[in-house]
């Protein structure tokens, strides 16, 4: 009934069609996208729309859906899960029942109940046993035991109450959640999200929500979990994409990684800039023809001191220093042109004449040139001398070095964009027409402009076709010109749409998962955008892979919020069963004695398994062995070391099929992946086979950290291969 009515709103709206006053249109237009949205949503929720009730002592059931729906008389007939009355479904325990006398799991398919699960909150009918019980036990086990399909699924119907605790905690100031693998952190971090834009509404929605993943696949992986649980209007984005125009798709070493992600980085790019300020150590001669003026030192460094002392970013300082330069230039040139004193007005004539001569111009680029964030890098990269002025020397320079990019192009690296995000603080915006005039060799730039602005096209006319196609009316409107429509007035744009092509964007409130791996750089950047440093960061110390990686949350955020951030911990593990985690817990003294491993909810009766092989050659014996452990229906992952996955990717995917190797979405879909460490991190798979725990335990000076990641990723089953001796903390793995 509902999507009905809101169809029927929608076809209202598009009925009226194309006329009348601009504002008429754009208001028409947005209450189009408005409808578009909620339909799509109505039909999102359709699976499990209501999958709870709550018996209460003193009133009527309520029931718990994945959204709220009241009657025509404003009568509730099912609450959100996100509203305060809703809670208890999360929290109540026999021990604190919160009014609760019932709380019944409802377990359905499209619209029919198949089965039902409760938990009776009647004290005295209660065992011991049953009063430390899960909420929902068989539910949740019944949901944790099913195949995995590649995409994470929304847990609404079974969030558990340290969950909840979590979700439902403050907007304000900076929470950590620190949680072992399997815990839930991503999960619930998702939920977190859809929670905080239901309570906050106004807040969020103006300022939008920003979720940080590791990579591409895991944001593929997560995507479809906020739209099922009701939100469309947060942004998922990795470090790489959060400078607009800027695609980092180059990889490098983790050891220049590295460097780029220390905190010093801070100093060597605001020194790069300052290199550029630099005034000439002897005089400087311009030569216009008729006469020569001459810069001293002393005019130079009074005009450097004051576009410093205005500051200004460097661009915008930029102005003074090319004022106090003209001024000294146009009483020289007056002398030379032998006309004594001169008026004011003269003067200002002659300094707009000087402006324009090439020679001036010229001299004035080379003295304090416009620059934009990827020409101050490239040019940083690309010189001893600049590296060794801006302090990075030895070993750490030579890591950086790179011959300058031919055609105006650089490739970057993830580890560069917080770089460049630094450098525009620090360097400040260019006028577009400025840039053009002042004929910089900026195509780099010009092609980062245009791709921003074709993707942005892109996108919009996609929105438009997705508008149309939901509305029958594809037929009847053209894509493009509904799409162009929009286009002059910006209504369509989504907050998260805004946010993505504004760098100085602040957003309402940010969420980074598998935060550990972020760089001290990374973490500058991203505080940036949360002038009210109101964020979820959601990690696990334990896991940090990253060379330039986390160790502990307070050096993360002790330079910024020191002794005002909260921390929360998720002590059970919901993906991997009690077999397969006591292996990785022997592998996590490893990386911390005093390190414990999260409890797991389920066993499987399937031990963990370990088997020689030769190593050598072109791998045919893996073939046989890793199509044995295929799931039918569901997904395997062989994680290799990172120094072994061309080669073993390439043997693997040749001689199973249906496998995939690498990064990707098909490493999502495929029956079979082949992964790194890096790569599997944050995913899940029903069957998991680890090749040569020995190299990756030697690959990193975190290779315990990574064995412990990729030993976490199955829900089902776990094997070992492995040429030499298994190493020792692996001995509880049967051979087979
Ligand atoms: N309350 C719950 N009900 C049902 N499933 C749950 C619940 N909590 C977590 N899960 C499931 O457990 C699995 C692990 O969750 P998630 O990936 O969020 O863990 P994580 O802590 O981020 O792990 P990692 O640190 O390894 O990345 C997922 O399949 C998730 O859906």
Redesign the pocket.
Known sequence: MLRARTRAQLDDVLAQGGGGTHQNRSERDSFAGMYAERLARLWAVENGLCFGRLDLAEEKPLYIGRLGISDDDQRRLLIDWRAPVAQPFYRATPAAPMGVTRRRHLQTRGRRVIGVDDDLFDLDRLSDEDRATL?GEAA?LA??GEK?TGR??D?V????AE?DRVIRSDLNGVLVVQ???????????LHRAAYLLYTHRERLARRGVLIIGPNLTFLRYIEQVLPSLGETDVLLSTVGELYPGVTASAAEPDAVAAVKGDARMTQVIARAVQDHQRVPRRPLDIDLGRYTLRLDQRTLEAARSRAIRSRRPHNQARSVFVRHILNALAKQAAKALGRGMLEESDLADLREDLRTEPAVKSALNRLWPYLTPQRLLSGLYGSRERMEYAGLAGPERELLFRAPPRGGRDHWTEADVPLLDEAAELLGDIDPQVLRAAALHAEEELAAARRAEEAARDAELTYAREVLELTGMSDILDAERFAARHRDDDVHLTTAERAAADRAWAYGHIIV??AQELSAMAWRMLMRRSPNRSMTI???IA?TGAAAGASSWKQVLDPYVAGRWREET?TV???TPVELMAVAADVLTLVGPSLRAPESVRETGARPWSRRIDGRGDHAELGPIITGEIVEGGRLAVIVPAGRAAELGAAITAAVPGAVAGQGADALEAPVAVLTVAQA????FDAVIVVEPAEILAESRRGAGDLY?AL??A?QRLGVLHSGDLPAVLSRCAPL
Do not use: C, F
Not at 179 to 189: D, E
Not at 681 to 684: F, P, V
């Open positions: 909420n949740l949901s944790l995995r994470m699924r847990i119907a079974t969030i558990q969950q949680g072992g693998p399997g815990t839930g952190k991503t999960v619930v971090a998962d598998e959601v990690g696990d896991q998720l593990n919901y993906r991190k944050g995913l899940e990641v976490t990723r829900t």
